[in-house]
């Protein structure tokens, strides 16, 4: 899931970028959609919808193709669903991350008998590395495309993030490229290039460890006592991440909710 985070907060932080790499735009009249329209909440990190003027651009990135609703199916409810809401051009594309040679990643429409859906399909890997070092927000999609040699394309992508000059951004760039890059890159190659310490006080990377740690306390406590009461449920999303930690170790004692509750009640 740390994927789908970092793309998703590339794509809401960086939306002329994408806009102006899949569409072509060069339009600042972009807004960031929060529209919930998923069929599986989980995966909810991994869409992103933004309005482009009369356009919404609907973004889906993906590690793997495997997925519980079919993705082909998917596109086709987003779809209908957006143009229920919106009634105006809908422009879908699937950003596929990791190179597979599974034929889902070449596929780019539904059919069935009285139904024929088309939407866009990128594979990054194919994708030619000058576009995207060129600029910062899609820099961390760059170790993932096309190269004869791509240690010299991360070392090309390490020299492009040394020359942001905000040290906020910086941080937060080469925190994404990090983490994408691991999709390709062996740990030790990339820290040869980045150091682990600069993408540890990035805000981009101190928020998917929260995301991840809550992710995961969520289905232990889900699966210990069912679900939660609603109100018990907020409270744990506005624990840090060091309180989840801590509550990662101390709900093996829980007996019932009861001491959930009452733990809550004392931090």
Same mark, same amino acid.
């Given at each position: 899931m740390a994927y789908d985070n970092t793309c998703k907060y590339l794509a809401e932080t960086y939306? =002329? $970028?994408f806009a102006r790499w899949l569409l072509q735009s060069d339009t600042s009249d972009i807004q960031v959609l929060k529209t919930e329209l998923n069929l599986e909440p989980?995966?909810?990190?991994?869409?992103?919808?933004?309005?482009?003027? %009369?356009t919404i651009l609907h973004l889906e990135f993906q590690t793997?193709?495997?997925?519980?609703?079919? &993705?082909? @199916? /998917?596109? &086709?409810?987003?779809? !209908?669903?957006?143009?229920?809401l919106y009634g105006c051009e809908i422009i879908q594309v699937i950003i596929f991350l990791q190179q597979t040679t599974?034929?889902? +990643?070449?596929? !780019?429409?539904?059919?069935? !008998? %009285?139904?024929?859906? %088309?939407?866009?399909?990128?594979? +990054?890997?194919?994708?030619?590395? =000058?576009t995207l070092l060129a600029n910062p927000g899609l820099l961390p999609l760059a170790p993932l495309a096309r190269s004869n040699s791509p240690s010299t394309l991360l070392k090309q992508v390490a020299a492009a993030v040394d020359m942001i000059e905000e040290t906020q951004e910086q941080q937060n760039i080469s925190a994404c490229v990090q983490l994408l890059a691991g999709l390709r890159f062996d740990k030790n190659l990339? *820290?040869?290039? @980045?150091?682990?310490? +600069?993408? *540890? $006080?990035?805000?981009?990377? *101190?928020?998917? +460890?929260?995301? $991840? =740690?809550?992710?995961?306390?969520? /289905?232990? &406590?889900?699966r210990r006592f069912g679900d939660l009461a609603p109100e018990i449920e907020q409270q744990i999303r506005e624990l840090s991440t060091a309180e989840l930690e801590n509550l990662g170790e101390e709900l093996l004692d829980f007996s019932n909710t009861n001491d959930l509750i009452t733990w809550l009640e004392n931090r």
């Open positions: 939306p =002329a $970028e989980t995966r909810a990190d991994s869409v992103t919808f933004l309005k482009i003027a %009369n793997l193709p495997k997925s519980k609703v079919p &993705l082909d @199916f /998917r596109m &086709l409810d987003y779809y !209908t669903r957006l143009k229920r599974s034929p889902i +990643v070449f596929q !780019t429409q539904y059919v069935d !008998t %009285n139904t024929i859906h %088309n939407y866009r399909v990128i594979r +990054v890997w194919e994708e030619d590395p =000058a990339i *820290q040869q290039f @980045f150091t682990e310490e +600069v993408m *540890q $006080e990035s805000v981009i990377y *101190q928020s998917i +460890v929260q995301k $991840e =740690a809550l992710r995961l306390i969520m /289905r232990q &406590l889900t």
